[in-house]
């Protein structure tokens, strides 16, 4: 896995977490992860910094709270040219669909949450996968939950990813941090993630191939998806 770059794209730091950006940043290098992305929900937002740490890329973005899909649009035309990354906070069906219908939107967080089911059905996964927009697996609460709470959580993932896997969806496994203490290796990521299905090949895309992409999208040279801007000399053109 040496070769391979490693990213947790959902660390939440102080305020709404226990542990400063730049104390996660280092753990998460310690660990062997190449960059995070500080994803505080939008009421926590502060700004348009850009943190970086010595050995660990520390990505700026927001995770948008909304209560129906006009006020997720309404927050996305706020937020989306503030973050490199825009995630919505699922687990409302209609909220769901909604942000797998905007091509803006770079991830789905829980979408099981409150929920009897894993919150995505046929449709929404093929949504997905046309937008790109990326279901997250969290594993904070399957570190931190116990009894029938972990057990429907892991079912639910398992439902979810299986609805991925068939249509194709992109998907990240994050650590969902609020601690230091919360951040794991890229071995741990793997091992935790087979509890819901995957097997090593399809956790590693999780934490490398899919956040790649979707940091590759927040570039100022792209423009969509095989199409970016190159510079020759002091022009720019598109490819």
């Known amino acids: 896995m040496n070769e391979l770059h490693f990213y947790d794209l959902n660390i939440h730091p102080y305020p709404e977490g226990s542990s400063s950006v730049s104390r996660m ?3 998460a290098m310690q660990l062997g992860l190449h ?7 939008h009421e926590f ?9 010595d050995g660990c890329g520390v990505i700026n973005g927001v995770e948008i709270v909304a209560s129906n899909q006009n006020d997720m649009r309404r927050l996305i035309d706020k937020y989306r040219k503030k973050v490199a990354i825009l995630a919505i ?8 669909r909604a942000a797998c219908e905007d091509g803006r939107v770079d991830i789905l967080m829980h979408p099981q949450e409150g929920g009897k089911t894993g919150g995505i059905n046929h449709i929404i996964a093929r949504l997905a996968a046309d937008r790109n927009v990326a279901f997250e697996f969290s594993l904070y609460p399957l570190i931190h939950s116990r009894g029938g709470y972990r057990v429907k959580t892991i079912a639910a993932y398992r439902a979810n990813f299986a609805l991925a896997r068939k249509y194709g969806a992109p998907y990240v496994i994050t650590s969902g941090a609020v601690s230091h203490y919360d951040l794991r290796d890229a071995r741990s990521i793997v091992s935790i993630a087979r509890l819901f299905g995957l097997n090593e090949a399809e956790a590693v895309k999780g934490i490398s191939h899919y956040p790649e992409q979707i940091i590759h999208r927040s570039s100022p040279t792209y423009i969509m998806e095989g199409v970016e801007l190159v510079e020759t000399g002091s022009e720019e053109r598109s490819h």
């Open 25 to 27: 940043a280092l753990a």
């Open 45 to 53: 937002f502060a700004g348009k910094e850009q943190w970086r740490s």
């Open 89 to 96: 906070h699922g687990g409302d069906e209609a909220v769901n």
């Open 35 to 41: 960059g995070v992305c500080v994803l505080p929900h």
